[in-house]
Each structure stands twice: as C-alpha cells, then as structure tokens.
C-alpha cells in the first residue's frame, strides 16, 4: 500500500504510544489531542508514567521474594 505523509505520522504516533504501553482506548484519546490539547495529553502520560512506576515496585518485590527463596534452597 501506498501512504501519505500524514499517514505515516499517525502510523508512527500509534506505534510510539504501543511501545509506550498506552491501550488502544488511550491511542485513541491521544490521537485526537494530538491536534493541540498538550495539557490533557500530558495528563494521559504521566498517568502511564504512574501506573509504570506501580509495576516496577511489584515487581521488585516479587524479585526480592524470589531472591530470597532461592537462597533459601
């Protein structure tokens, strides 16, 4: 297939906020902000940033966990 520039811009947009964890109901949300609304977009990234944060530290303490039991055998 063939795309126009704009097109790609969106492809790239889409794929960046994939790799960045967004849901396909979030892509969606950015994708109209992306026509000027910086302040909400901002908002729907440092919610991810959060939620992010919150995996990692289950995370580490689950490899704290398994760190432990493994010394432990």
Known sequence: RRYGADDL???RSIRAA???GFTLD???TL???DAGDRE???HLATTRIAA???KIAVLE???GALT???SAC
């Open 40 to 42: 909400a977009a901002h």
């Open 18 to 20: 994939q790799t960045a």
């Open 26 to 28: 979030e892509i969606a």
């Open 61 to 63: 303490t689950m490899r």
């Open 52 to 54: 992010i944060n919150d």
């Open 68 to 70: 432990e039991l493994a």
């Open 9 to 11: 811009r969106r492809l």
């Open 31 to 33: 994708l109209v902000l």
